[in-house]
Every structure is written in structure tokens, then in C-alpha cells.
């Protein structure tokens, strides 16, 4: 009979959320295990743009009351952890951008836009004068207002790696088919957990049916064609603020291994089922550029696009995101989502709670996992991804 190994919490699911909560776990002493049925980095979570959200976007929205304030303390936590201050070091991950841009066309909408940001999170952003614009901009056509976000940009591979070096050895594979029964996986080869943290993220909940903990479980889904473009003319971290509650558009830039310039789109013009045509979210895309930056030629530029099935917890107010990370607690097996790549610390520290709740302390012992094999490193999207002139 197998001798049981036992660990303090066994997490299923690599993405940022499962990464950010090990390393945050294991740094306090607590003896962490991660299994990966994919790759590390996830799906959702190495499809990311990388933006770390001070909640400014979402005051545009009209979401001050809870999401913006609740976003609005995360920054200073991922700063600390990318000065080596923090809870996990982040020190070796690579920052794309310092800043972001919110590119507000003339009229009423952009008046009261500005008057928001400025109310809500003044701090963070500042009006710039035409005169101080980046050259790329003064020379793209653009008509309106540029403002200053202080939000970093993140390269999400990075990241992952840096989450995953110091504990890498703790971090292990489970095969596909026995991602369906974990439990059994579990058991098969003498793992016992206090306890079992899911952050699967579109898995949770077909595995929270199978193992009936869905009561009281409810999730949404809200999907993405995401649109990207290379080579990319110049480096651009902005949004493109509309006439709804979301930008028309978010474009991050990003180098593929060949060293090309990628701008990966995101915002309203990619909030679409991943059944659609991919051909919409390029044509939305090129017609928030060719609106937004009319002096800039993306003629002989190439297109690709990549389908997102992002899903969350539900929405308990108003069907938009929720506030907060999502959690849900079935005997001593927990269901997580962070919501947004900024609220990873937020889900860590509803998982310490629940832990400390339960009386579980920190074992500060680690086990040799050396008899599961490893999980390979996702890739960004980009370096998968069919191109093609568009």
C-alpha cells in the first residue's frame, strides 16, 4: 500500500491565481502542492494583456462604489512584490510598461470622464498637454485628450516563471484524464490534503458537479476574440474610451520570439463568442485604430486572433464582474477566481483565512514530489497563433 503523503493544501490549476496563492502559502511555511493538467501559465491567465488595474477603468464605467475602490489597493501590493517587498517575489518578472494611456475623444462624454478619473483615483492620473505627448501619438491623427495612468503592464510569461522558480519542485503535472477525478488522482498515489483549493478556472465547475459541491455555485461566463497585429508601428499601452461603460478598445504591445512588435487588442471590440467569426474582431479592430489613430498605416500589417472562454463567479449585483475574487467552500475543498489578473493577492488571502479558520498551520516541512512528473510552460498567444494579411 502506498505510504500517504501529506500536504498541507494541494492546489489544482497553474494559471497566476494557483501560482500567486503556492508561492504565497509556501513562503509562510506551508507545505503546497500545485498540480497543472496543461501547462504552467493556464489559459486565461497567459492570455492576459498583463495589466495590473488600479480600478481608474472601471470608474469610467460607472463602477466606483466596490470594483474600482476594491482594485485600487492591489497596485501597491504588486509593486511591493516587483521591489522585493511583498508577500511573493516578483523581482525577476519583466514590466512591459510603467504606464498606460486613456485616449478620450472631444465631447461631453470625455469632460465628465476626466472629471471622474480625477475624483476618484486623482493621484493616478493626470491630464497631459498636447505639447508632452508621445511622438507617436502627436503623429497618429489623434483628436482629444491624453491622460496618464499610473498601471503598470506586466510580461505575463514572466511572470509565471518567477512565480514558479522558487517552488518549482512542488509543482507537478496531473494527466488529463485524471484531471477529471483529482480526488481519485489524490488517493492513487497517497496524497492526503487538509486542504484542496481549485482554481481551474472554466473546470471548476464541471468538476464541483462531479464531486456535487456545484449547490449554491454559480459562474458566468464572459468570452473574448482577442485580435492581434504585427508588426506592430510603435509601442502603445492605452485605452481607447468610448461611448459605453468599457473601453472601445485596449491595446498592449508585446515582442514575439522573432523579435516583432505585437499589439494585442482587447476592450469592447473583443467581447464576442469565441464561436464568432474571427474576421469580426479583426474588422473591430481596425476600425478603433483607423478611428482612433487615423495617421497610422496598418496596410501590409498581419492579423491573428485567439478565442478566450474566460469564466468567473457570478456577478451577485448587476451581471458585470464581480467586486471581489471569487470563492467557494464545500466541506474542506475550496473553488477560487480571481476575477481579474490584479486580484490574485486578494484570492491568496481568502484562502490563508480559510486555512486559519480550519486551524491548519503552516507544517513548515516539504515533501519530496519528485515521483509526479513536470508540467510544461505555456506560451503567449501570440507565438501559437495562425497568421495572416487581413
Do not use: C
Not at 497567459?46 to 463602477?63: D, E, R, T, Y
Not at 497596485?75 to 522585493?84: G, T
Not at 484524464?177 to 480526488?183: F, G, S, V, Y
Amino acid at each position: 500500500m502506498t505510504t500517504p503523503r501529506q500536504a498541507d493544501i494541494v492546489i489544482f490549476g497553474a494559471g497566476i491565481a494557483g501560482l500567486w496563492t503556492h508561492a504565497y502559502l509556501s513562503n509562510l511555511g506551508y507545505n503546497a502542492l500545485l498540480l497543472e493538467s496543461d501547462k504552467i501559465g493556464g489559459v486565461q491567465s497567459i492570455a492576459s494583456q498583463g495589466i495590473i488595474h488600479s480600478g481608474l477603468k472601471f470608474a469610467f464605467a460607472g463602477k466606483i462604489s466596490k470594483l474600482a475602490k476594491s482594485i485600487s489597493a492591489m497596485p501597491e501590493r504588486w509593486r511591493d512584490a516587483l521591489n522585493e517587498k511583498g508577500e511573493v517575489d516578483l523581482s525577476g518578472a519583466v514590466i512591459n510598461a510603467q504606464s498606460q494611456l486613456l485616449m478620450i475623444p472631444p465631447g461631453f462624454l470625455g469632460d465628465i470622464s476626466k472629471t471622474v478619473a480625477k475624483k476618484t483615483l486623482g493621484k493616478n492620473v493626470r491630464e497631459i498637454a498636447q505639447s508632452e505627448w508621445p511622438e507617436e501619438i502627436k503623429n497618429s491623427g489623434f483628436k482629444g485628450s491624453v491622460i496618464f495612468m499610473d498601471e503598470r503592464v506586466l510580461d505575463i510569461p514572466s511572470v509565471v516563471q518567477t512565480l514558479m522558480q522558487p517552488y518549482k519542485d512542488s509543482i507537478k503535472a496531473i494527466p488529463k484524464n485524471d484531471a477529471k477525478t483529482p480526488l481519485d488522482f489524490l488517493e492513487k498515489n497517497g496524497i492526503e490534503a487538509k486542504k484542496i483549493l481549485f482554481t481551474t478556472a472554466g473546470e471548476n465547475l464541471g468538476i464541483a458537479a462531479t464531486l456535487n459541491h456545484e449547490k449554491g455555485l454559480e459562474t458566468q461566463s464572459r468570452p473574448l476574440l482577442m485580435a492581434m497585429m504585427k508588426p506592430a508601428p510603435f509601442p502603445l499601452f492605452a485605452h481607447f474610451v468610448g461611448k459605453t461603460d468599457k473601453p472601445v478598445a485596449t491595446v498592449t504591445t508585446h515582442t514575439d520570439q522573432n523579435g516583432k512588435r505585437v499589439w494585442y487588442i482587447g476592450g469592447l471590440v473583443a467581447e464576442r463568442p469565441v464561436t464568432a467569426p474571427p474576421e469580426d474582431s479583426i474588422k473591430a479592430a481596425k476600425k478603433a485604430l483607423a478611428s482612433y489613430l487615423p495617421g497610422v498605416d496598418i496596410s501590409e500589417a498581419q492579423w491573428a486572433v485567439i478565442p478566450i472562454a474566460r469564466s468567473e463567479g457570478k456577478s451577485k449585483t448587476d451581471g458585470w464582474m464581480p467586486d471581489t475574487p471569487t470563492l467557494h467552500r464545500a466541506g474542506n475543498v475550496l473553488y477560487g477566481w480571481p476575477t481579474k489578473l490584479t486580484f490574485a493577492p486578494m484570492l491568496a488571502d481568502a484562502v490563508l483565512k480559510e486555512l486559519q479558520n480550519s486551524n491548519i498551520e503552516p507544517s513548515n516541512t516539504r515533501n519530496d514530489w519528485s515521483f509526479l512528473t513536470s508540467a510544461p510552460l505555456a506560451q503567449p498567444p501570440w507565438e501559437n497563433a495562425t497568421w495572416k494579411r487581413s
